[in-house]
């Protein structure tokens, strides 16, 4: 062999170690990121199917409500930012404002076990009646599988699902992502502007937006 036959040969070797490096980098990333990256859901598509159980230890699925417009809502209480919309009575408020509507409010709890914000149905229930909360179920997701289904990636993160069972918004209750209660009335609400133009049949001016908060706590 020729010492420039070799010279390739050593160069197309050393190329395709650095790629099988690059690919296995590549893969580690979205382990670590549990496959986030992996698992959007998309708006103006059929939301995610899922079968989850309350914290009244009923069992209820997506599909049960369909018909009718669905928020999700992922929380975890002893998140400040849940704090400040939940303290503050901005939570419950537009949960009552939204189900007096006849919409669908899912809470979901996606923290795992040993998890900030992990609780069991008994304890869900309490912290909602002490906050003056109101949402329609409370759903025990301690395993993230549907968390990770949505891609939900804070506390608060809120998904809103049409009568279709169409995706229609995704991202933050609203646009300053501070957990200072003087910010709420400045900002640019969201998911109260989305709802009120789902029901009026209008197309969502903000369809998606960026969520803020705590990051979920999932499982490893």
């Not at 901005?90 to 919409?103: S, Y």
């Not at 914000?117 to 109101?134: E, F, M, S, W, Y």
């Not at 640019?188 to 369809?207: C, F, M, N, Q, S």
Request: charged share 15%; glycine share 10%.
């Amino acid at each position: 062999m020729t010492r420039s036959m070799t010279s390739k040969t050593s160069f197309l070797r050393g190329l395709l170690s650095r790629r099988t490096v690059l690919a296995g980098a590549a893969t580690s990333v979205l382990l670590a990121t549990g496959g986030l990256a992996r698992a959007q859901a998309q708006l103006d598509q059929p939301a995610p199917a899922f079968t989850a159980t309350t914290a009244e230890g009923k069992t209820v699925s997506l599909d049960s409500y369909k018909g009718k417009t669905v928020v999700l809502e992922w929380t975890n209480h002893d998140c400040p930012f849940v704090k400040k919309h939940y303290g503050s009575g901005n939570i419950p408020a537009l949960q009552k404002e939204a189900t007096a509507q006849g919409v669908v409010w899912l809470q979901v709890i996606s923290s795992a076990p040993g998890q900030q914000g992990h609780v069991d149905g008994p304890t869900a229930l309490k912290l909602n009646k002490d906050r003056g909360a109101a949402p329609t179920q409370v759903l025990l997701d301690p395993s993230g599988q549907i968390g990770k289904s949505y891609g939900a990636q804070t506390s608060p993160h809120l998904f809103i699902v049409n009568p279709q069972g169409v995706l229609v918004y995704k991202g933050g209750i609203d646009s300053i992502a501070t957990a200072k209660v003087d910010d709420i009335p400045k900002a640019d609400p969201y998911v109260k502007t989305a709802l009120g133009e789902l029901a009026a049949g209008k197309k969502i001016t903000h369809a998606s937006t960026k969520p803020y908060g705590c990051s979920i706590k999932y499982g490893s």
